[in-house]
């Protein structure tokens, strides 16, 4: 992973200041040019005292002054959540420090949480959860899955060549990497899902709505605004609340009661209006970019609507649709001047991808 030049690196030796690009390895890899490249164990790295807001490491392995400087609050907290030992020579900040705690910000929006639940501390929140702590929510998140729709994979060779296809595009298009991870489920229930950590699930139940490729595309846009907003990361604070915040603080979590509670309250919430908005933005300007009608996501879920009865575990229930949110997708402007998004053999072997085989 390769994160910009929001770091800088003091060797220790001259006060020269260097943009160095992080890369988190085996080891921490700093950057400045490509052939010269520093490397820290994580555990051999520490917290050094530095302003609020900056994440301010030595190494064990560096000279003495040597300093990294770290302002982007979700790099450092990806970083933090490696290195186990960061606060081992400062007395009485392990543990919550070692995760969050450099962040006064971060500290008081937990305790926010803790007391009030107030969903604007989980938005100050989100940002700052690690990635590799989404992730292994994620994980979590999709047994729950698994075990509320009890779904398998489909992924019958011509289907899945489709889906990748389709995935790609709109992947890519939307400026994300390949580390996002999607399939389609088999079963009836119409729905679509971003879990956190970067995994959507399209429900065979919406393939089986879907009139057209444009309208799929669509939601798996507006699924990637999801994943880019972070918002079922917030959900999933908001929701979990306490024990979410308390596993994010020590780090103690896998296989606890607690994490399997949020997880299906991350499957069974819905998003708000606000984040429902942002990811429908998100999505209509993904689908001018491909050249495709963005309004058709707004008629796959108005057919949703109209036939479904029990709507409790469909797309509607966790991505509400309204009045306006219909209105805004139906009153942007059509431009399908772009190639289709699949031919015609590719999107008849996509809703049949669920198919034994084909
Ligand atoms: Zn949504």
């Not at 392990?94 to 910000?105: C, R, T």
């Not at 929140?125 to 994979?153: K, W």
């Not at 057919?303 to 009865?309: A, D, F, H, L, M």
Request: hydrophobic share 45%; charged share 20%.
């Amino acid at each position: 992973m390769a994160i910009g030049d929001a770091a800088v690196y003091f060797d220790g030796k001259t006060n020269r200041r260097r943009l160095v690009t992080l890369t988190f390895g085996d080891r921490l890899e700093l950057r400045e040019t490509s052939d010269q490249v520093i490397e820290w164990g994580y555990a051999d790295i520490r917290r050094a005292d530095g302003p609020s807001g900056v994440l301010r490491l030595t190494c064990l392995t560096a000279p003495t002054l040597a300093r990294l400087e770290i302002r982007d609050a979700a790099m450092a907290a990806d970083l933090a959540w490696r290195c186990a030992q960061l606060d081992d020579n400062v007395p009485g900040r392990h543990g919550v420090a070692a995760i969050v705690g450099w962040s006064l910000a971060a500290v008081s929006s937990i305790v926010a949480v803790i007391l009030f639940g107030v969903p604007l501390a989980a938005d100050r929140l989100a940002p700052l959860v690690p990635q590799a702590f989404e992730r292994r929510f994620g994980d979590v998140a999709e047994g729950q899955i698994a075990a509320m729709f009890g779904a398998r994979l489909c992924n019958n060779a011509l289907g899945q060549a489709a889906f990748t296809k389709l995935v790609n595009a709109v992947r890519e298009t939307a400026g994300l990497d390949t580390s996002v991870e999607t399939a389609v489920l088999a079963t009836p229930i119409p729905n679509a899902f971003a879990l956190p950590g970067g995994k959507v699930y399209v429900f065979n139940g919406l393939l089986a709505r879907a009139q057209n490729p444009d309208e799929i595309a669509g939601v798996l846009a507006h699924e990637l605004g999801h994943l880019v907003h972070r918002d079922a990361t917030r959900n999933l604070i908001y929701n979990g609340g306490t024990s979410f915040l308390i596993g994010l603080l020590f780090g103690d979590i896998t296989g606890s009661g607690a994490l399997v509670f949020a997880s299906r309250s991350l499957v069974t919430s819905s998003y708000s209006r606000q984040a429902e908005q942002n990811a429908d933005t998100f999505s209509v300007d993904v689908m001018h970019r491909l050249g495709r009608p963005p309004k058709a996501m707004g008629e796959l879920l108005f057919r949703v609507t109209g036939k479904e009865v029990d709507k409790s575990l469909s797309i509607l229930s966790s991505h509400p649709l309204t009045e306006d949110r219909l209105a805004r997708m139906s009153s942007v402007e059509q431009t399908s001047d772009g190639p289709p998004l699949l031919t015609a053999a590719e999107w008849a072997a996509l809703k049949a991808i669920c198919s034994p085989q084909n």
